[in-house]
């Protein structure tokens, strides 16, 4: 009787709980979207005085106008979507053996895998600046392409194991009755299987370098300037810089990651919450 | 012709040994099975014996052909799994063309060949479904034909029926075996399941930490196991066992048990008679229960009913004298109640008799207490 009659509490429950975690997260985000259709002074004012009819796009278009906030974006996603390509496939040809063959010291590798995540990035700045001058490599792609790769590859290879693991022995067993190599059951078998959490990691990865600072920061002066670095020196080469003009900038750097998931949302959800079913 | 010879074939997995000096005879056109607990290296052998595990010690042949280091494909067999392992993110068609694609067959002949494997199993209305479409029963039948449109050589099976419900299993069960006497393809059994086993089984490989305790026919497992473990693990209910002595006098053969004596003639005595530690074997349909009258007869002893089990066709009776038990089978209609004095009578020719420490069986025709050493060395199939 009480659980019928109080039913409704517990979803009641639920979904303000959902709304207000929802509210906390999606709250600045809203904030800059409307920070970059209104003019500064409606907003910077207590309390806020918005106005629909003083709703605009021209800091969008005034951004979209520069060539070097679109030298940027380009750069940025070049090089996102490169690392997110060598992380995959690099951590899917170390994941699987890891997770599959019987390896010895196997678990020291993969600890060992994650040791430059243990230390601080400005600890490894000073070294990785050395290195990629003597390759020639400042303010290249390429550079930041390794530099990114360094540092996301042990988060891969840790998510796709994981993946790697939950497919059944069996399921290889199988294809190598059936005429499948090692490597022929990683790409026809373990591969297609995964594949929500491999999307899963890919947007991971994506994301992971899409949002990178400091080492863009340092590593970049001109021709491989990524986005974020880009947005920050909106902020800070100007005496008083247009907190609209940054807004909408910042608006406009979240079109390629969200495209992205809403692209591959299908697959994401099913990798990460339900991993890989049998 | 497909014959299958185990020589010698061993697996270590780094100290632990999994399998154990295996040899066997797997012949043309038979079905074979090897049965044991889990653990006791019958998946393991029939890894081996596809090529999935590399062997550390030992031969496999196929047609007297060394095979040992073949790929598994290369082999001509082709296996069903325990959970199928059917390929998630291909339709049935998929599956079953998934092989035949790989061994580069023309399209035409892939085709032909699927769609009719699919007929003979009746999957031709399932060809587009995905597998997480199908039930167990219908996943089952995909894993059987993906097995079967390989016309392969050898059919490995790998306990393919674990997953299934009772009524499923024993149906597929009976499928396997119609299948088998219409296909004649030699087949390799795994399973945990004795009735399965005998059920289905040409052969039996009763194995036990590695290692192949007996080999037979169905038949000779269940009347003449050669080893304690065979008898005991072979038959439902399990053979009921006493421990005790043996001994032989004048032309009898006495066991002394707690607290009961049984003793039968035995003829033509040979070798020394010694008292040897025994434990003396008899299965439930061979015990005869009989109402207590003054005689007592001398392979017979006196018991209470302990335990009734009716099923209906049989009832179990367990009976026990204090301190031995063992389980007869009655008719359902006899009229027993727990606590009822019976007179519990083990024939000789249906006694099975084991030495005490190397548990091996001792012949009860002959003196059994005579030559140790033959009955020490047993019989390994």
């Given at each position: 009787m009480q659980s ?6 517990r ?10 975690f929802?509210?906390?997260t999606?709250?600045?985000?809203l ?8 003019p500064e002074i409606?907003?910077v ?8 009819a003083?709703?605009?796009l021209r800091w969008y278009i ?9 030298n940027?974006l380009r750069?940025?996603t070049?090089?996102?979507?490169v690392?997110m390509?060598v992380c995959?496939f690099f951590?899917?040809l170390?994941a ?11 678990n020291?590798f993969?600890?060992l895998?994650?040791v430059s ?11 990785m600046?050395l290195?990629l001058?003597n390759?020639?490599?400042?303010d ?9 790769s ?5 988060y891969?290879?840790w ?7 939950q497919?059944p022995p069996?399921?290889e067993s199988a ?6 190599s ?8 373990m591969?297609?299987?995964?594949a929500?959490?491999?999307v899963?990691?890919a ?6 370098a899409?949002?990178?600072f ?6 970049s002066t ?10 920050s020196s909106?902020?800070?080469t100007t005496f008083?810089?247009?907190?609209s003009l940054?807004?909408a900038?910042?608006m406009?750097t979240?079109?390629p ?17 339900e991993g890989?079913?049998? | 012709?497909?014959?299958?010879e185990?020589r010698?074939?061993?697996?270590s997995?780094g100290s632990v040994?999994?399998?154990?000096q295996?040899?066997?005879?797997i012949?043309?056109?038979?079905f074979?099975t090897l049965l044991?607990?889990?653990g006791?290296g ?9 090529g ?5 010690r030992?031969d496999?042949f196929l ?11 290369e ?11 059917l390929?998630?993110h291909m339709?049935?068609?998929g599956n ?7 061994m580069k067959h ?12 699919a007929k003979?199993?009746e ?17 089952q ?7 079967m449109?390989?016309?392969?050589k050898?059919?490995?099976?790998d306990?393919p029926l ?5 009524a499923?299993?024993t149906?597929?069960?009976i499928?396997i075996?119609?299948l088998?006497?219409?296909?004649k393809t030699?087949?390799?059994f795994?399973t ?9 089984s ?13 080999y037979?026919t ?5 009347r003449?196991p050669?080893h304690?473990y065979v008898?005991?693990?072979i ?5 009921g066992?006493l421990?005790?002595?043996l001994?032989?006098?004048q032309?009898a ?7 009961l004596?049984?003793s039968w003639?035995?003829t ?5 008679p010694?008292e040897l530690?025994v ?6 349909e061979?015990?005869?229960?009989t109402?207590?009258n003054?005689a007592?007869?001398?392979?017979a002893?006196?018991?209470?009913v302990a ?7 049989d009832?179990y ?5 204090g301190?031995s038990?063992?389980t007869a089978?009655v ?19 249906k006694?099975h008799?084991?030495h005490?420490e190397?548990e091996?069986?001792?012949n009860p025709y ?6 140790l ?7 390994r199939?």
């Amino acid at each position: 009787m009480q659980s019928r009659r109080f039913g409704w509490l517990r979803p009641t429950f639920l979904y303000s709980a959902v709304l207000l975690f929802l509210f906390w997260t999606l709250a600045p985000v809203l904030w800059i979207a409307i920070m970059s259709i209104q003019p500064e002074i409606n907003y910077v004012t207590v309390p806020p005085n918005l106005s629909v009819a003083d709703v605009s796009l021209r800091w969008y278009i005034s951004m979209l106008a520069q060539p070097d906030f679109l030298n940027s974006l380009r750069a940025s996603t070049i090089v996102a979507t490169v690392t997110m390509v060598v992380c995959l496939f690099f951590g899917a040809l170390a994941a699987y053996p890891l997770a599959r063959l019987n390896i010895p010291n196997k678990n020291f590798f993969l600890g060992l895998s994650v040791v430059s995540r243990m230390m601080p990035a400005m600890v490894l700045i000073i070294p990785m600046f050395l290195l990629l001058r003597n390759l020639k490599l400042l303010d290249r792609y390429l550079g930041l392409v390794i530099v990114y790769s360094t540092f996301l590859l042990p988060y891969v290879i840790w998510m796709l194991k994981n993946f790697f693991e939950q497919v059944p022995p069996a399921l290889e067993s199988a294809a190598r009755m059936d005429g499948c190599s090692r490597l022929g059951s990683l790409f026809r078998i373990m591969i297609p299987v995964t594949a929500p959490g491999i999307v899963a990691t890919a947007i991971f990865a994506f994301i992971g370098a899409w949002n990178e600072f400091l080492f863009g920061l340092i590593l970049s002066t001109n021709r491989a300037v990524p986005v974020t670095v880009r947005l920050s020196s909106l902020v800070s080469t100007t005496f008083h810089s247009d907190n609209s003009l940054v807004a909408a900038a910042g608006m406009l750097t979240l079109i390629p990651p969200v495209l992205l998931v809403f692209v591959l949302n299908r697959f994401i959800i099913r990798g990460l919450v339900e991993g890989v079913k049998f | 012709m497909s014959r299958v010879e185990l020589r010698g074939l061993s697996k270590s997995f780094g100290s632990v040994h999994a399998v154990k000096q295996v040899s066997l005879e797997i012949p043309d056109q038979a079905f074979v099975t090897l049965l044991g607990p889990s653990g006791c290296g019958k998946t393991t052998t029939l890894n081996l014996i596809a090529g999935l595990e590399k062997v550390t010690r030992g031969d496999v042949f196929l047609d007297n052909e060394r095979i040992t280091d073949w790929a598994p494909h290369e082999r001509g067999m082709a296996m069903v799994f325990q959970n199928y392992a059917l390929y998630p993110h291909m339709n049935v068609y998929g599956n079953m063309a998934f092989g035949l694609k790989l061994m580069k067959h023309p399209k035409a002949q892939i085709d032909q060949r699927v769609r009719h494997v699919a007929k003979l199993l009746e999957l031709e209305h399932l060809l587009d479904r995905r597998i997480s479409q199908l039930s167990g029963g219908q996943q089952q039948r995909v894993a059987l034909g993906r097995a079967m449109v390989k016309e392969p050589k050898v059919f490995l099976f790998d306990e393919p029926l674990s997953n299934l419900d009772a009524a499923l299993r024993t149906r597929m069960r009976i499928e396997i075996k119609k299948l088998h006497q219409q296909l004649k393809t030699t087949s390799i059994f795994v399973t945990h399941d004795q009735e399965e086993a005998m059920m289905l089984s040409d052969y039996i490989a009763v194995m036990k930490d590695g290692d192949v305790v007996q080999y037979g026919t169905a038949q000779e497992i269940y009347r003449q196991p050669q080893h304690l473990y065979v008898a005991t693990f072979i038959g439902k209910p399990s053979m009921g066992i006493l421990s005790g002595t043996l001994r032989v006098k004048q032309d009898a053969m006495i066991f002394s048990g707690q607290d009961l004596q049984l003793s039968w003639p035995l003829t033509g005595v040979t070798g020394t008679p010694q008292e040897l530690p025994v434990l003396l074997g008899i299965r439930a349909e061979d015990i005869t229960l009989t109402t207590p009258n003054e005689a007592l007869a001398a392979n017979a002893f006196a018991a209470t009913v302990a335990l009734l089990e009716p099923l209906g066709s049989d009832t179990y009776v367990e009976v026990s004298n204090g301190s031995s038990s063992v389980t007869a089978r009655v008719e359902p209609d006899r009229p027993l109640r727990v606590g009822d004095s019976v007179v519990v009578t083990v024939p000789r020719e249906k006694l099975h008799l084991f030495h005490a420490e190397s548990e091996q069986r001792l012949n009860p025709y002959t003196n059994p207490t005579a030559n140790l050493s033959t009955t020490e060395t047993g019989t390994r199939g």
